[in-house]
Nanobody
């Protein structure tokens, strides 16, 4: 079972930036896709970005051009660089690891495709 620990959340003004990190342990990290999801108050958890085992990325439309997902296999860490933040980006952000190895993403992955989740980190964007 893989363990995931997110960090880097906080309070930022509109237009600001944050970098989230997700440290993974307990699995051969480089073989698995990783995803970032978010959940705003009273809303369902939604997909934000994913990176497959080859570091090919996929984003939801609302964050394209503003967010960048990346991974460092030597450090077993995945990152989410968030720029030009908007109040609607306010949410708890979760990282997750794909259930299957060597998965590629050609469309937004489902939450059910991911088997292990971190505890989440709060991102608040003030207007």
């Amino acid at each position: 079972q893989v363990q995931l620990v997110e960090s880097g959340g906080g309070l930022v003004q509109t237009g600001g930036s944050l970098r989230l990190s997700c440290a993974a342990s307990g699995r051969t990290f480089s073989r698995y896709g990783m995803g970032w999801f978010r959940q705003a108050p009273e809303k369902e958890r939604e997909f934000v970005a994913a990176i497959d085992w080859r570091s090919i990325t996929y984003y939801t439309d609302s964050v394209k051009g503003r967010f960048t997902i990346s991974r460092d296999n030597a450090e077993n860490t995945v990152y989410l660089q968030m720029n030009s933040l908007k109040p609607e980006d306010t949410a708890v952000y979760y990282c997750a690891v794909d259930r299957g190895a060597y998965t590629s993403y050609f469309a937004a992955p489902r939450l059910a495709d991911f088997g292990s989740w971190g505890q989440g980190t709060q991102v608040t964007v003030s207007s």
